[in-house]
């Protein structure tokens, strides 16, 4: 499953994505990734989260990132849920059409039952039309 945070940047995405992953740790039964762009938030994750700094490793494009994900998804069968901050950054997919990408994750979210929380920074009417009904927080 996909659940999306949409708006442009500078409104308030990460706050809320941060407050929504720290409320869900009390109440998941299994394991909780945090994906983002550097390891700012370190200290604003309760610390049952797991951080991923995706600069850290060599992605560089859209399909990598999805090699990337399913790498983490293969070595954690506990796995429930995973947020993606700055998603168009760590997905490397600034100025790129998103739609691809997203239908993989869809595909992945199902097979694996895994909950996918993307903060993106796009106007919800900017998603691709089957994405934008996955909105839960336009901001």
């Known amino acids: 499953m996909i659940q999306i945070i949409a708006g442009n940047k500078g409104n308030g995405k990460t706050k809320y994505l941060l407050d929504k992953v720290n409320s869900e740790i009390k109440s ?39 090699g990337f994900i399913s790498g983490i998804i293969s070595q954690d069968h506990d796995l429930e849920q995973m947020y993606l901050d700055s998603f168009l950054k760590v997905a490397k997919l600034e100025g790129a059409d998103v739609s691809v990408t997203l239908d993989k994750l869809a595909v992945i979210g199902e097979k694996y039952q895994i909950t996918f929380v ?22």
Request: hydrophobic share 40%; charged share 25%; proline share 3%.
């Open 118 to 139: 993307l903060s993106i920074s796009l106007d919800p009417s900017e998603l691709p039309e089957n994405m934008q009904d996955k909105v839960i927080v336009s901001l």
């Open 28 to 66: 998941v039964h299994g394991n909780i990734v945090y994906l983002d762009k550097n390891a700012k938030h370190m200290y604003e994750l309760n610390n049952k989260v797991r951080l991923i700094d995706v600069s850290e490793y060599m992605v560089s494009n859209a399909d990598e990132f999805i």
